[in-house]
């Protein structure tokens, strides 16, 4: 019975994996589109971390995720990285919202991870933008959204997709996915059954 549990807790964490990707996914999307990112996406991002950490601290899995300080850790220096380019005005305020929602999922031990791949995606963003202000390839862009703004002189990156883009690179460094997390609950179900 003590197994089941234990499956059960893997496919609670797997859920909130997934549920993170998606709303990586959804604030890139609504970045692209309006320039801005909705706060309920980091509030979603950080309930699904503390569901997706009990669920495995309970499991007695806890090691997959690593020390509950070091998360704390990571998101506070992810807040104080992305403040400063805040006050920069290299991103916006939404932007260091989600970054620091996001900077929760991986500790000390994959946060230098996720910010190298956000700022590298980033900085093509911002290659990309400098060739849509030029050459303003876009006949009719949907009026507010980044490449209608971007044409209409604005200096501006959606980096919401450089966000969930770092986030799914670490997600992957950090071995959410990997066969050796994975099987650590499916041989702890199979030594529990058989026993």
């Known amino acids: 019975m003590y197994s089941g549990f234990k499956m059960i807790l893997l496919i609670i964490f797997l859920i909130c994996v997934f549920i ?3 709303i990586g996914g959804l604030a890139g999307l609504s970045d692209i589109r309006s ?7 980091s509030f979603y ?3 699904a971390f503390f569901i997706a950490y009990g669920a495995l601290y309970m499991g007695g899995q806890g090691h997959v995720l690593g020390s509950f300080l070091s998360h704390i850790i990571s998101a506070v220096l992810a807040f104080v990285i992305t403040l400063g380019l805040f006050a920069a005005r ?3 305020a939404g ?3 989600f970054a620091t929602a996001c900077a929760l999922w991986f500790g000390m031990k994959s946060l ?5 791949y956000m700022t590298l995606s980033g900085g093509v963003l911002g290659i990309v933008a400098l060739y849509i202000k030029r050459k303003k390839p876009f006949k009719k862009p949907v009026e507010g ?3 209608a703004q971007v044409q209409g002189g604005a200096d501006k990156v959606p980096y919401g997709v450089a966000i969930s883009f770092g986030m799914f690179v670490a997600f992957i460094q950090a071995g959410y996915f990997s066969s050796e997390v994975l099987g650590t609950f499916v041989a702890s179900h199979v030594v529990e059954g058989g026993s």
């Open 20 to 22: 993170t990707l998606v």
């Open 35 to 41: 320039m801005t990112i909705p706060n309920s996406y």
């Open 45 to 47: 991002v950080i309930a």
């Open 90 to 92: 290299v991103i916006g």
């Open 95 to 97: 932007d260091s919202k």
């Open 112 to 116: 230098m991870v996720f910010l190298f």
């Open 145 to 147: 959204s980044w490449v």
